[in-house]
């Protein structure tokens, strides 16, 4: 069974410029979560979709950040603009259900100069 | 305010000793717990889960306790390899579908 899927790997932009991430979640995984890891910190939920409807973006910050699961599959996280502080990883994870055990995709190393 | 804490940042085992990693946690509503391991420059991977049903859940050479009064939990690794060096992350949830809430890790190192 594939695991899930992110690109890109590494991302280095300015600040102010956009920045957008793709995850393709296991097959068959209703829930979709988008975690930001910063260096020395546990990850942080930023947003979960259950199929292709949003269950809890309260932790993402909206005048920068969004987030869409148009079709209830692959995901894309957007940064616009970017600021200094969103140097981090991204994770990307998926259940099968809500609440149940989540499986994390390597995740995209983001570094804003 | 942290509800997930792992008060320890690192840890030495020799190869071959036992390892004990904790976890403390704050919100009493929580009750579902795992552990993942994390290897540099890749994602979490899940390790083992205990529901609060339980007090201890085994899973070959990983065993998790609960202790719900204290709100404490443990991984133990028995006996400790060197592949298993790597940042340790607790997690916790609430019943039904909430996301997970991470403590800030422990980097085990096991020293052959």
């Known amino acids: 069974e594939a695991g899930v899927a992110q690109s890109p790997r590494y991302k280095i932009i300015e600040k102010r410029q956009s920045v957008a991430f793709w995850c393709n979640p296991i097959s068959g995984h209703a829930t979709l979560y988008w975690y930001q890891q910063i260096l020395g910190q546990g990850p942080k939920l930023l947003i979960q979709f259950q199929n292709n409807g949003v269950v809890d973006d309260s932790q993402l910050p909206k005048d920068r950040f969004s987030a869409e699961r148009l079709k209830g599959v692959d995901s894309t996280l957007k940064i616009q603009p970017a600021k200094l502080e969103d140097s981090a990883v991204y994770l990307c994870a998926s259940s099968a259900s809500g609440g149940g055990t989540q499986y994390f995709g390597p995740g995209t190393r983001l570094l804003v100069l | 305010d942290q509800q997930v804490k792992q008060n320890s940042p690192s840890l030495s085992v020799q190869e071959g000793r036992i390892s004990i990693l904790n976890c403390d946690y704050t919100?009493?509503?929580?009750?579902?717990f795992l552990w993942y391991k994390k290897y540099p420059a890749e994602g979490p991977t899940f390790l083992i889960s205990?529901?609060?049903?339980?007090d201890k859940n085994e899973d070959g050479r990983f065993t998790v306790f609960l202790n719900k009064s204290a709100k404490h939990l443990s991984l133990h690794i028995v006996p400790s390899q060197p592949g298993d060096s790597a940042v340790y992350f607790c997690?916790?949830?609430?019943?039904?579908?909430?996301?997970?809430?991470f403590g800030k890790g422990t980097r085990l190192s096991v020293i052959a």
């Open positions: 205990i529901s609060s049903i339980k």
């Open positions: 997690a916790a949830s609430e019943e039904g579908n909430t996301p997970l809430v």
């Open positions: 919100n009493s509503m929580f009750d579902y």
